[in-house]
């Protein structure tokens, strides 16, 4: 009994993991973090100006 709740188990718990990678494609898109950094920081820098 112990076995087949630990196989229900990793079943619902791969598929829900799978279901959430494939519904979710942003994920693995590229992000240009040193771009989103300098604009915060020109962001904060305006705003200490003001």
């Given at each position: 009994m112990?076995?087949?709740?630990l196989?229900?188990f ?11 990678l ?9 992000v240009d973090?040193d771009?989103?950094?300098k ?8 705003k200490?100006?003001?």
């Amino acid at each position: 009994m112990d076995r087949l709740l630990l196989i229900i188990f990793l079943l619902v718990t791969l598929s829900g993991t799978a279901g959430i990678l494939i519904n979710a494609p942003h994920i693995l898109e590229f992000v240009d973090q040193d771009k989103i950094i300098k604009e915060l920081v020109d962001y904060i820098k305006s705003k200490q100006q003001a």
